[in-house]
């Protein structure tokens, strides 16, 4: 019995994703918050579907484009067994003057304040 409850255990854990879908923060300001285990892809999985939510929404409002505000990602613990990644962004037409060539950078997960002078 209890092989078969690990084994069910493994096979839920190996098989899951969730999106909190996509969420209005502000005009045209959007998040979203994924999540992918392992077995799923895990980060690389969980950025492609926020990725491909943040796409629809903006094709819904007339094809516009992503444009990234930030993206966070945090990684898995053997306790929950989930890869996490959040993303927000803003739909943009091309020809807006803020939507130019963005040079990502991931936020800091720890900020280290030196106070030694």
Partial sequence: MKR????????????????????????????????????????????????????????????LEIFTLSEKSNATTWVDGMFRFELNFRCLKANDPEFKRQGLQSAPDSIIENRGR
């Fill in 4 to 63: 078969f409850l690990v084994l069910g255990l493994i096979i839920l854990i190996a098989g899951c994703s969730h999106s909190s879908g996509v969420i209005k923060i502000g005009p045209e300001t959007f998040t979203i918050a994924t999540s992918a285990s392992w077995g799923k892809g895990g980060i690389p999985a969980a950025k492609r579907i926020a990725y491909e939510e943040a796409a629809e929404q903006c094709s819904k409002q007339g094809n």
